[in-house]
């Protein structure tokens, strides 16, 4: 399995998804779709809470036999 490929698509998410919210949010003017604004964040600085608490988006650490 190819983590980088994992983490860009990731990242690529979390910025597509923020968007949408915020402008969802903007459109229909409902307060609550502004919190896209988490996710885009996240997405631009390639932090992903949820990939901290599950360890599952690390990259494979290289162990030495």
Do not use: H, Q
């Not at 949010?25 to 631009?44: D, E, K, N, R, S």
């Not at 901290?52 to 030495?64: A, F, G, Q, R, V």
């Amino acid at each position: 399995m190819d983590f980088n490929k994992v983490r860009s698509f990731c990242r690529s998410f979390r910025i597509i998804i923020g968007i949408v919210l915020i402008i969802i949010g903007f459109v229909t003017g409902i307060f609550w779709f502004y919190l896209g604004i988490l996710p885009l964040i996240a997405g631009v600085m390639n932090f992903c809470p949820l990939c901290m608490i599950t360890k599952k988006c690390d990259l494979p650490k290289n162990s030495e036999y």
